[in-house]
C-alpha cells in the first residue's frame, strides 16, 4: 500500500512561482519500484495529466499546456517528488494531486495510476 502526501499550494499571481511537493510511504517503500505523476482537476472539469516521472527517474513526460513552465523531479532519500511551476497563469488553477503506479514508464493516463494522495489547491489570480 502506497501513501501520498501532497504539500505546497497556495494563491499565487500570474507569472508567480509555487514547488508542490508530494511525500510517498508506505508499508514496504522504495520510490524506485513505482513512477509518479502529477495529475489537476480544475472547478467543473476532468482530472487530466500533468506531468509524470518513471520510476528509474530517467524519463519525465508533461503535458503541452504546462511544457516549458513546470518541473518534475524527485528526491529518493526523502522519498519526494516535486513539481517546480513557473510563469503560472489563472488557468492552471486547480487540485494538483500526486499519484503512483507500477508502471514503470508513468503514463500521464490516470486510469493507469492505483495510488492516489488527497489534492492541494492552487489558485492563481490574475
Known amino acids: 500500500q502506497l501513501q501520498l502526501a501532497e504539500s505546497g499550494g497556495g494563491l499565487v499571481q500570474s507569472g508567480g512561482s509555487l514547488r508542490l511537493s508530494c511525500v510517498v510511504s508506505?508499508?514496504?517503500?522504495?520510490?524506485?519500484?513505482?513512477?509518479i505523476g502529477w495529475f489537476r482537476q480544475a472547478p467543473g472539469k476532468e482530472r487530466e495529466g500533468v506531468s509524470s516521472?518513471?520510476?528509474?527517474?530517467?524519463?519525465?513526460n508533461y503535458a503541452d499546456s504546462v511544457k516549458g513552465r513546470f518541473t518534475i523531479s524527485r528526491d529518493t532519500v526523502k522519498n519526494t517528488v516535486y513539481l517546480q511551476m513557473s510563469s503560472l497563469k489563472p488557468e492552471d488553477t486547480a487540485v494538483y494531486y500526486c499519484?503512483?503506479?507500477?508502471?514503470?514508464?508513468?503514463?500521464?493516463?490516470?486510469?493507469?495510476?492505483?495510488?492516489w494522495g488527497q489534492g492541494t489547491q492552487v489558485t492563481v489570480s490574475s
Open positions: 499519484a503512483g503506479t507500477v508502471l514503470s514508464s508513468g503514463p500521464l493516463d490516470l486510469n493507469e495510476y492505483d495510488y
Open positions: 508506505g508499508f514496504t517503500l522504495d520510490l524506485e519500484l513505482y513512477a
Open positions: 516521472i518513471s520510476s528509474d527517474g530517467d524519463s519525465t
